[in-house]
């Protein structure tokens, strides 16, 4: 089981960061479209030990399980999101899907989003569109984290410790909007995301680099 470390920051200006990985040397890794369904027992006792249980599918079909480390520290006053996680890929979502539910799990909510993943020094740096509004996740250890912040700009915006889906909590709280869990694009706006980031072909030749 790893341990994952991470800060999310708002950042709606995607362009722009692109231009400044692109300057600071980072590599583009890949994009894709992402569809994660998050698992539960019927009284929801995953939720209640703070685990995540989640089947994500992005191209390939992976499962994970996110839980809270046994140690809670803070590495030198940095603050970020630390998690222990546990994942494994699958060749055949919709199996897993019925052997989990054979198991006493059920979907309690479904988010999607648009993942562009960068690597910058010893951090990953994710570009993600989702349904709400667009974020970039870094993650490496608390330190680099920040190093890295500060050299893309992104020290100075908004930042949480939150998880996507508190996020959404929120901002459908301050707008006003009715309860719901999942967050997931329209049916058409899904099908021109999925058809842009397929025609993109996932690589490095997606992103040019001058000299």
């Not at 054979?102 to 570009?127: A, D, H, I, M, T």
């Not at 719901?180 to 072909?201: I, Q, T, W």
Request: net charge negative; with cysteine.
């Amino acid at each position: 089981m790893s341990l994952e470390q991470e800060l999310k920051f708002v950042c709606t200006d995607f362009d722009a960061l692109r231009k400044s990985l692109i300057a600071e040397g980072a590599d583009f890794v890949d994009k894709g479209f992402e569809h994660n369904r998050v698992y539960d027992t019927e009284h929801g006792q995953l939720r209640k030990t703070g685990t995540l249980l989640r089947l994500r599918e992005a191209g390939k079909a992976v499962l994970c399980v996110k839980s809270e480390p046994e140690n809670k520290t803070q590495d030198r006053g940095y603050e970020v999101k630390t998690r222990e996680e546990d994942q494994t890929q699958v060749c055949d979502s919709e199996s897993m899907h019925s052997i989990l539910r054979g198991l006493g799990y059920q979907v309690v909510f479904s988010y999607q989003k648009v993942r562009e993943k960068w690597r910058l020094g010893q951090c990953v740096v994710c570009l993600d569109q989702l349904p709400f509004g667009r974020f970039v996740e870094v993650e490496g250890s608390p330190e680099e984290i920040w190093v890295q912040a500060r050299i893309l700009g992104l020290d100075e915006k908004p930042w949480s410790t939150k998880s996507y889906y508190d996020l959404h909590q929120e901002w459908r709280a301050q707008n006003h909007l009715p309860w719901n869990e999942s967050f997931v694009f329209p049916p058409e706006e899904e099908a021109m995301l999925r058809a842009a980031v397929h025609d993109k072909a996932p690589g490095a030749e997606d992103v040019s680099r001058s000299d």
